[in-house]
């Protein structure tokens, strides 16, 4: 990965739903959460995003994990309803950044 590469919307994206993942499993609280992300979406390129997650393990293959049948229909909801709270917070913090920022 050519560090110097400028991030796309997809990469940042991406970044976000791996932050989330690593949120529920408890490895960030939320306000670490909430830090993170802000700086996702102020990361320019790729060694930007690449540094936000260089202190976390490194995430299975979802495709892999769907394949294998892993996980409940409870568990489902769960993580739907965490989604759901994760993009509230990161509409909010996109609101206010760009609240700050006018």
Excluded: I
Aim: glycine content about 8%; cysteine-free; proline content about 3%.
């Amino acid at each position: 990965m050519d560090v110097e590469l400028r991030a796309s919307d997809d990469d940042r994206n991406r970044v976000v739903s791996e932050l989330h993942q690593h949120t529920t499993a408890g490895r960030l609280t939320l306000d670490e959460f909430s830090d993170r992300v802000g700086a996702v979406w102020a990361a320019r390129t790729l060694g930007d995003l690449a540094a936000l997650t260089r202190d976390l393990p490194t995430l299975p293959d979802p495709a892999a994990e769907a394949t294998a049948g892993s996980g409940t229909a409870g568990h489902g909801h769960r993580e739907l309803l965490v989604l759901f709270a994760v993009a509230a917070l990161t509409l909010l913090l996109l609101g206010s950044f760009l609240a700050a920022t006018r």
